[in-house]
């Protein structure tokens, strides 16, 4: 049974950094894709980035590309979403979601079946 669960969310200003973490329950970790969506307010959960077998294999939305990063810590079943140069856009409700994917990172909501409960990222002006 796999189990995810996101933390690190907060409201924080314009321009400031945020690291959120998923931490993973369940088997084959090093095996599984961990991806990043979110979901502002009014507006269609989006695919933010994600992460296949190594911190090599990064794959990022154009929106967040250049300003947050991806990892992975297999030793602690965690991966991390690093979130610099944060906008008033970036405002929304952080999700991690995992899949046994063979190394690569489809970007498709629907690739994915678990999923963690979310953590607030708030971003002012």
């Known amino acids: 049974q796999v189990q995810l669960a996101e933390s690190g969310g907060g409201s924080v200003q314009a321009g400031d950094s945020l690291r959120l973490s998923c931490a993973r329950s369940?088997?084959?970790?090093?095996?599984?894709?961990i991806v990043w969506f979110r979901q502002g307010p009014g507006k269609e959960r989006e695919f933010v980035g994600g992460?296949?077998?190594?911190?090599?294999?990064?794959v990022y939305s154009d929106s967040v590309k250049d300003r947050f990063t991806i990892s992975r810590d297999n030793a602690e079943n965690t991966v991390y979403l690093q979130m610099n140069n944060l906008k008033t856009e970036d405002t929304a409700l952080y999700y991690c979601a995992s899949g046994l994917k063979g190394g690569q990172v489809p970007t498709l909501l629907g690739d994915y079946n678990s999923w963690g409960q979310g953590t607030q990222v708030t971003v002012s002006s």
């Open positions: 992460i296949g077998w190594s911190n090599r294999n990064t």
């Open positions: 369940g088997p084959s970790f090093a095996a599984a894709t």
